[in-house]
């Protein structure tokens, strides 16, 4: 069976898969094959239930100081045993040829609601036994029970509904080979992560968690947006030839990782990478990246979840910047808020309009000004730039501007060292920074555009709605014309542009960025090699011929083609991965 | 084949703890064992049949057994359900 995503982590991937949790016991109808399989089923069926009896007769005399809970263990394993149920399982499994999940939840829930009628409510109360047992089993079969992971001899695929921020912070990257979710798009939290970590992932694929049975063999192919579960054994070989081919180009690439980033007119860009972890700084070094252009701070509230002091942040920042030094790094302020980190935030019907980034900050500034002063403190390396998301309004900058300058103050009679000239910037990523871009330029030594909120905010896309995900598009002409604008105002006043989203790294984008004159390209660091084979084929002037072009055309589909034609003479190879740039 | 009529003598009736009592008792037997209440017959083997059973305190079932055992496994049966299960009594 083979699905169709959105390819948000590029890279092959190919092994068994891990479910990562069951809501309910309700999963989708998988038919079997053959009258043999069904006889397998039924085998797996009965290991499951003589697993979770025995699960239940340690459990029952870990508690058998306690009358109660023997008995309810007790009577949970006359459900697991009872015959009626199993041979209404096995009926559907042998006649029907369903799977002993959909057969066994089938049944279960068949059994709730006859419960549910009876008028005895000490009967109905048994409900929530049925679904616990239902539960447990299906836990089984599915093999999804918590901290598998960490148990598991091999590396798995991780499939998922969608996966949660605060679940990365448990995700081993030994342990997974790829992530395949229900939902998200390009641009969602998991597609960054995995990106961030050099796994492949395919996101945006309807419903996964229910087409995928435990252990079964995926093929994830995150360059093409495509899963393949139980492949074929021709499937399978030309997966296996493609994952070669593609481990050798990456290594091809990595190989002249050394050389600067110049267009073919001999103008050096400068190429750095996105970083969420101080771990990643190895990865950037690998593949070649000019120093970090956008290093995301969040993962340190995830691990201390408010508790991090002063010195926490301060090793961290410090670290990353005497091991990138003289390179540079842009540390950028927490963004919480918006689709990251909402736990424990009151509930808001818009979250990506509401209490987030910088907003959440300027409210706790005791807590923000930890922050400010660990990065002022590592600014003593002189390579580090700090830079604050979400600015929409001057009084923001203005209130920035007052804490850093008693920061320094501080700092300074202190006798700490730091950069008394580290530059300071802010994020371009909704249409009033880029509209009112005189107004708040005049605080800032340099901007960086987020092209990924930018597009959302600018076509009020939600990115991670799959109903309206076909909308969103960096390529549209109303995206293209801010970015440009901001470029052409911050030049004019003798200042620097950087780019940090998603579209910094699209081979199709490329051209055009490099054409409105940015300064500064941020991207996953394992996309790097690929990025710099790019500029070094444009010359200044033909980017910015593309560019032109591309501003008096109608639709972001227009101006991919045309790009796409410009590009396939130029750089052959992007023929073979087309999908990475040439997303609908 | 032996049958057996009877009326459920404590007062809540075959609620969850009776029916695991039952259901533990008749599994002892290799005879197939059922209980009717006159409109369904269910199998006493099975903790979801006796539960949906859902017979009243008051109310008359029937018991019948069939198998190489029959005999003991009505007695120990009726016998269970008789005693009231260690529950309150109907008057």
């Known amino acids: 069976m083979r699905l169709k995503g959105i390819a948000a982590s590029p890279g092959i991937a190919i092994g068994p898969a891990f479910l990562l949790k069951v809501r309910d016991f309700k999963v989708a109808r998988r038919t079997l094959s053959s009258p043999e399989e069904a006889d397998g089923e039924i085998g797996r069926l009965r290991d499951a239930v003589d697993q979770l009896d025995a699960d239940l007769e340690k459990l029952s005399n870990d508690i058998g100081h306690v009358v109660e809970g023997r008995q309810i263990m007790e009577f949970l394993r006359l459900l697991l045993r009872d015959p009626m149920i199993h041979r209404d399982v096995e009926e559907r499994i042998s006649q029907n040829l369903e799977s002993a999940e959909y057969a066994v939840s089938t049944v279960l829930q068949e059994v709730v609601s006859k419960f549910l009628e009876l008028d005895d409510p000490y009967i109905r109360e048994r409900v929530a036994d049925v679904r616990d047992i239902g539960r447990r089993l299906l836990e089984k079969l599915l093999g999804t029970e918590k901290d598998f992971l960490a148990r598991s001899e091999v590396p798995m695929i991780l499939v998922t509904e969608d996966l949660d921020p605060t679940d990365t912070a448990s995700i081993d990257t030994s342990q997974v080979l790829a992530i395949i979710t229900d939902l998200g798009g390009s641009t969602s939290h998991t597609a960054i992560i995995a990106r961030s970590m050099g796994i492949p992932a395919v996101v945006a694929l309807g419903n996964i968690t229910s087409s995928v049975g435990p252990r079964d063999?995926?093929?994830?192919?995150?360059?093409?947006?495509?899963?393949?579960?139980?492949?074929?054994?021709?499937?399978?070989?030309?997966?296996?030839?493609?994952?070669?081919?593609?481990?050798?180009?990456?290594?091809?690439?990595?190989e002249n990782t050394g050389s600067p980033t110049v267009t073919a007119d001999g103008v050096k860009i400068e190429l750095s990478a996105n970083i969420e972890f101080p771990q990643e700084v190895a990865l950037v070094k690998k593949y070649g990246g000019f120093g970090v252009g956008l290093f995301r701070t969040e993962f340190l509230r995830l691990l201390n979840r408010g508790t991090e002091t002063e010195e926490d942040h301060f090793r961290v920042y410090d670290g990353v910047a005497a091991s990138l030094a003289p390179d540079p790094v842009i540390i950028r302020t927490y963004d919480m808020g918006g689709d990251k980190f909402r736990k424990g935030m009151a509930e808001e019907a818009n979250p990506f309009l509401g209490y987030r980034g910088v907003r959440i900050c300027l409210d706790n500034p005791e807590?923000?000004?930890?922050?400010?002063?660990?990065?002022?403190?590592?600014?003593r390396h002189g390579n580090v730039k700090m830079m604050f998301p979400m600015i929409t309004h001057v009084e923001q900058l203005r209130r920035i501007r007052e804490i850093l300058t008693n920061i320094r103050q501080e700092l300074y009679r202190e006798g700490i060292p730091f950069d008394g000239g580290m530059p300071v910037g802010f994020m371009v990523e909704t249409p009033a920074a880029v509209v009112a871009l005189d107004l708040l330029l005049p605080y800032a030594d340099f901007v960086s555009i987020g092209t990924n909120d930018l597009t959302q905010y600018t076509l009020a896309v939600d990115r991670g709605s799959p109903l309206v995900a076909d909308l969103y598009d960096p390529f549209h002409p109303a995206v293209l014309r801010q970015i440009d604008r901001v470029v052409r105002y911050t030049h004019s006043q003798g200042k620097w542009v950087g780019v940090c989203g998603i579209m910094a790294g699209d081979p199709l984008a490329v051209p055009l960025l490099l054409g409105m004159g940015v300064d500064e390209l941020s991207v996953a660091s394992s996309l790097i090699p690929d990025v710099k084979k790019m500029i070094s084929v444009f010359t200044t002037t033909s980017a910015a011929e593309i560019a032109a072009d591309a501003m008096k055309m109608?639709?972001?589909?227009?101006?991919?083609?045309?790009?796409?034609?410009?590009?396939?003479?130029?750089?052959?190879?992007?023929?073979?991965?087309e999908s990475l740039g040439v997303r609908k | 084949m032996k049958t057996r009529t009877l009326t459920v003598p404590n007062r809540l009736g075959i609620h969850a703890r009776p029916a695991a009592l039952i259901v533990r008792k008749a599994s002892e037997f290799?005879?197939?064992?059922?209980?009717?209440?006159?409109?369904?017959?269910i199998n006493a083997k099975s903790i979801m049949g006796v539960m949906t059973l859902a017979a009243a305190g008051g109310s008359r079932i029937t018991i019948s057994t069939d198998g190489p055992d029959e005999e003991t496994a009505l007695d120990g049966v009726c016998a269970v359900i008789e005693s009231g299960f260690g529950e309150e009594m109907l008057p």
């Open chain 1, 217 to 254: 063999i995926v093929v994830v192919d995150g360059i093409h947006g495509q899963v393949t579960v139980n492949p074929t054994d021709t499937e399978l070989l030309f997966a296996t030839e493609i994952r070669e081919k593609y481990i050798e180009a990456e290594r091809r690439m990595a």
């Open chain 2, 30 to 41: 290799r005879s197939e064992v059922f209980i009717s209440n006159g409109v369904d017959e």
């Open chain 1, 554 to 577: 109608e639709t972001g589909r227009d101006i991919r083609a045309m790009v796409f034609s410009q590009v396939v003479g130029r750089y052959p190879e992007i023929l073979l991965d």
């Open chain 1, 367 to 379: 807590e923000f000004s930890i922050q400010l002063r660990a990065i002022m403190r590592a600014s």
